[in-house]
């Protein structure tokens, strides 16, 4: 009986040219992050349930895979960041702080099936946590590795906006709506789409008196550069603890920023922005493409107080950020911002026309002596069916060996894009130096 | 209230310097997968229990991670096979054939936990897939890959084994003993530690007769170089066209594997091997570190006739091995065969002896570029909690970077292993040299 070939709804399953832009950005983000000095971790996919929903709760919770296997409840991995608190708290002993980790990997949410969300996506993380204390000059040094890693992913009109959830948190206890904070930036955070009057209508229908929905107004209307809008946040002259700490902590953020190179050009302070509400304590990120608003952001997260809190008494502060690598390659790939070129991992594929394969297959293990991947093909079929198969995969380059080419100990190579052929020796070097 | 962290058992989770180890090791077995032209596949670890265990059945079906979510009755993939051959069948018309792909993930088998023995372990796996036949050639390539392989894990001394299991077959059938096959093959692989008379006595304790024991006996104890084996197999004169088929392929593929270069050191006949008994027809292989035989085969696999007959009517043969690399890495972590040297990504940890940071990340940025992996110590701490990081890090090199540097606008290059320290312009190309 045949059982018809079918994936789950909600995972991802490219085909192999797909497949392999998936990896080329995949290396680009791990050599990005290994570049900076992070190391790799590698946790479980499965971990037991009390363990990895220790703070879980409400929306999250009712995500999780979760499962019995003989007497133990396991649940699988909905983010990176439990394993990791998990993980600092096991092996505190054995580990150097501040703990640059990074981790690429997949995570599970059962979330509704719909165009674009995915069950079982990659989060590609780096987090720096601190032993006890962990310096605000590390809340700069995140924004210059997502310049990097932006550049090397190939773009280049991006912002990477950065606040301060202190800044947030104070406004809301000046105006003492700090129980109505979630409702509050939820609308605001809709004032790109629905405009400035819907907004003050929406906070006032929740609640909000006249004079606060001026102050939040006014606060989320601040324009201009970096630091005027750092200076016109000064002039709001707002006396809460709170605010003034985050207003002095991204002033540093911004100034230690330049430091580390990034151009004025792609940063900004968004005071909108505020990731979610009960995780981050101080500076959040998010990273736009300026003409792809809506792909939403690319590399999010922000400073958190104490990681690890659930599973330690050692306080553990952190800060990281997040790619959703799934959910992107999807995006990118549905606006055609990538392009899915080769269908082969080889550089050249050699096609034998004579019965001995010794010389063709020679030929193969000297170029990949010389790191160029190649593949022979093998099998006995016509000529036609062979440079069919060489079309189908868009190899680079295409080498014919027969018998005039091992009389000669020449070669033909053929770049397929442009169709040139070049005759040259038999030698690996030789041919190395052409397709370079 | 504090949960103690802990992970699941049978689950590794490894130690920063270990990880780094694992990490080499697995690119490089997906380096030389891909230096053989193979494409690259990542398949959900979650399927359809329906379609997963289309097959399945035994042993292996008790092992499955299996839940119900929602309607959807799921389970875990326990090998990369099973989900290559719905993925060939399903997306078959897309393909090209030999359809050539590597894949390297996790899967999950629910086994007694013991030492040694992993519920989540990594495979990397390779096949070539034919579409209604694949040439014998193939069935040679894979111990060049394999000889490449071992020789890039930085192995010297190791056999790859081969053997056909239509000889297998076609010996069971001559004596009439097909049906006790298994029972057969499990008494056998144990010559090496139980010797020939034991051998002998557990076969006839089965049923086995004295001379069909004999055959089985001169067959097995087949010795001499790998001409002389194929020389004396053929001189048993058995008429039995399965032997007779099986012993034409052997030959073939001896023949071919020479020609791909491995040399007769590495490689032998084992007629020994079988690989489980369902799923392969063919060729098989098993390798072996020779001074390290407890750790058992490294990297095993073989051919076979029908790789989707599940889920397609199409003919798919393949040939294809499979690497258990979380054992694998395991074992020689415990018998000290890898060592666990550096603890850091990073080639040189910049340690900023001033306030202002901005000369020692700019000399990390332009390190960066360069492709060196650079961290900056930003924490603002004594200069012998610095070191004391550096040391713990073991990281190659560092650079501190005082007043006196940047005045003179030099730097001090401290080889970490040697003590040996440079005095060097403040330039990533001048440092470059130096490290490199």
Redesign the interface.
């Known amino acids: 009986?045949?059982?018809?070939?079918?994936?789950?709804a909600g995972?991802?399953?490219?085909?192999?040219n797909e497949?392999?832009l998936?990896?080329q950005m995949k290396q680009k983000i791990e050599n990005t992050y290994?570049?900076?000095?992070?190391?790799?971790?590698?946790?479980?996919?499965?971990?037991?349930s009390?363990?990895l929903l220790?703070k879980a709760g409400g929306e999250t919770e009712k995500q999780i895979?979760r499962?019995?296997?003989?007497d133990?409840d396991?649940a699988m991995r909905f983010d990176l960041t439990v394993p990791l608190?998990?993980?600092v708290?096991?092996?505190y002993g054995?580990?150097?702080?501040?703990f640059?980790?990074y981790q690429i990997g997949?995570v599970?949410r059962?979330e509704k099936t719909q165009k674009g969300r995915f069950r079982?996506f990659y989060q590609c993380d780096i987090d720096i946590i601190?032993d006890e204390e962990?310096?605000i000059?590390?809340d700069a040094?995140i924004p210059?590795i997502i310049y990097?890693l932006m550049l090397e992913l190939g773009f280049k009109d991006f912002s990477i906006c950065i606040n301060n959830r202190k800044i947030l948190n104070g406004i809301f206890e000046e105006i003492n709506q700090k129980e109505k904070a979630v409702e509050i930036l939820r609308i605001i955070d809709k004032i790109e789409k629905i405009g400035k009057e819907k907004v003050i209508e929406e906070l006032k229908k929740i609640g909000i008196q006249q004079h606060e929905v001026n102050k939040i107004i006014n606060f989320i209307s601040i324009e201009g550069t970096t630091d005027e809008k750092i200076e016109k946040l000064k002039n709001l002259n707002i006396s809460n603890e709170t605010f003034k700490q985050g207003l002095e902590e991204l002033e540093l953020v911004v100034k230690?920023i330049r430091?580390?190179?990034v151009p004025d050009t792609h940063f900004k302070v968004d005071l909108t922005i505020a990731r979610g509400l009960d995780y981050y304590t101080g500076t959040v990120y998010e990273t736009f493409l300026n003409n792809y608003k809506e792909i939403g952001s690319i590399c999010s997260g922000g400073r958190y107080e104490n990681l690890?809190e659930?599973?330690?008494?050692k306080k553990l502060p952190g800060v990281g950020i997040s790619i959703g690598l799934t959910r992107l390659f999807y995006k990118l790939n549905e606006l055609q911002l990538i392009k899915t070129e080769k269908?082969?991992?080889?550089d050249i594929?050699i096609i034998p026309m004579t019965q001995d394969?010794?010389i063709p297959?020679?030929l193969a293990?000297n170029l990949?002596a010389k790191?160029?991947?190649?593949?022979?093909y093998?099998?006995?079929k016509k000529l036609k069916a062979k440079f069919k198969?060489a079309d189908?995969?868009k190899v680079p380059y295409v080498i014919v060996i027969g018998e005039d080419e091992i009389n000669t100990n020449t070669i033909k190579l053929k770049n397929m894009k442009t169709g040139v052929e070049n005759t040259l020796n038999l030698d690996a070097e030789e041919i190395k130096q052409v397709i370079k």
Not at 94 to 98: A, D, T, V, W
Not at 343 to 346: G, H, K, T, V
């Open positions: 009986m045949i059982i018809e070939p079918r994936t789950l995972f991802m399953e490219l085909l192999p497949q392999i998936f990896e290994q570049k900076f000095g992070f190391l790799p971790l590698d946790t479980p996919i499965l971990e037991l009390e363990v220790a895979y499962f019995q296997k003989g133990t396991i608190a998990k993980y708290a096991k092996n054995n580990l150097s702080f501040p640059r980790r997949k599970y059962g079982e601190g962990l310096g000059i590390n040094e210059s990097s230690y430091i580390f190179n690890a659930y599973y330690t008494n269908c082969s991992m080889a594929l394969m010794s297959i020679k293990n990949r790191n160029i991947n190649t593949e022979v093998l099998n006995d198969y189908k995969l």
